[in-house]
């Protein structure tokens, strides 16, 4: 990640859940922390957004799932990033995803679970955080 450009933030919402408020409320916190976020709107496939994703250089990509379907979602687009060599981005999510599937997630290559709950700060200093190790590792 490049310390000389804001940090790149793709905030997708896959699946046919319509419900994208708390996806927009994460988008705009994270922007209003001086990030660049490609928000990509409502019934996203993966492939669509591993595609804006690699399209805009992001250094994070954050799924917001309400469905149910997040094991899906999130192994689909790791292995999308996976087949397109894409090793440096930072893949997080949130919404309503319960306790016991923090882990399978986080074996799959998620680095960040927030659930109902999670602040806004949270999030925000967490992305910030994690892009420090990210530039400091290159």
Not at 118 to 130: K, P, Y
Request: hydrophobic content about 45%.
């Amino acid at each position: 990640m490049a310390a000389t450009r804001p940090i790149r933030v793709v905030v997708g919402k896959p699946g046919l859940d319509g419900h994208d408020r708390g996806a927009k409320v994460v988008a705009r916190a994270l922007r209003d922390a001086g990030m660049e976020v490609i928000y990509t709107g409502l019934h996203q496939r993966p492939e669509e957004i591993a595609a804006t994703a690699l399209q805009e250089d992001a250094d994070f990509i954050g799924l917001s799932v309400l469905s149910g379907a997040h094991l899906t979602l999130f192994a689909r687009l790791i292995e999308l990033l996976e087949e397109q060599g894409i090793e440096d981005v930072v893949v997080f999510g949130g919404g309503i995803i319960p306790d016991a599937d923090v882990p399978r997630l986080k074996e799959m290559g998620v680095d960040g679970v927030f659930t109902p709950g999670a602040s806004l700060t949270e999030i925000v200093e967490w992305v910030r955080s994690r892009s420090l190790e990210q530039t400091s590792r290159a």
